[in-house]
Antibody, heavy 120, light 111 residues
């Protein structure tokens, strides 16, 4: 079955960096676009970034553009999110999610999430 | 950015009774390919979101048939024909016509 397992969350000071990983199994990773979506404590869902199946296209929300970078290693079935210049408002659970198809901007399966806390 | 507006933001339903959630988008979600990019997800307590409905009305694998989606253009509805205790959670609509945006969420509670 489809599995997505995020890791790399933790506590970081404002201005710091963190790299999240998402290891996937149960589907052909290089056939699908992938997304990151976050959820601040007690709040709703906010889409963060997406990368096409082959890494040729990446998109970001305005709130993270220029600070976060999405990437993938298709040989290792792993998605990444490099987060720099972190702010307290980036505190959230970060979910990786599988796109419906290789170019899709919609998602079907989600991981369990990893918590990022930005605080001094 | 396409703004998604859900209503109500919360509802309390007696088991066995129907429930309905509205989702309105600030722009039409009908793309030039003829498809409408509106999705429904549910996030049960302590869980990650799960896909319920894709492209307005297509139930995802394993989703009970008491869930149905309808609508077109900018107005969409998720209906639960007979609410069960396991349906508790927060329901989100999402558009992927442009970069994805979600509605605020509708919290469903059981009376």
């Amino acid at each position: 079955q489809v599995q997505l397992v995020e890791s790399g969350g933790g506590v970081v000071q404002p201005g710091g960096s963190l790299r999240l990983s998402c290891a996937v199994s149960g589907f052909i990773f290089y056939d699908y676009a992938m997304h990151w979506v976050r959820q601040a404590p007690g709040k709703g869902l906010e889409w963060v970034a997406l990368m096409s199946f082959d890494g040729s296209e990446e998109k970001y929300s305005d709130s993270v553009k220029g600070r976060f970078t999405i990437s993938r290693d298709n040989s290792k079935n792993t998605l990444f999110l490099q987060m720099n210049s972190l702010r307290p408002e980036d505190t959230a659970v970060y979910f990786c999610a599988k796109a419906v198809n290789r170019g899709a901007w919609s998602v079907d399966y989600w991981g369990q999430g990893t918590l990022v806390i930005v605080s001094s | 950015e396409i703004v998604m507006t859900q209503s109500p933001l919360s509802l309390s339903v007696t088991p066995g009774q129907p429930a309905s959630i509205s989702c309105k988008s600030s722009q039409s979600l009908l793309y030039t390919d003829g498809r409408t990019y509106l999705y429904w997800y549910v996030q049960q307590p302590g869980q990650s979101p799960q896909l319920l409905i894709s492209e307005v009305s297509n139930r995802f694998s394993g989703v009970p048939d008491r869930f149905s989606g309808s609508g077109s253009g900018t107005d969409f509805t998720l209906k639960i024909s007979r609410v069960e205790a396991e349906d508790v959670g927060v329901y989100y609509c999402m558009q992927s016509m442009h970069l994805p945006t979600f509605g605020q969420g509708t919290k469903l509670e059981i009376k």
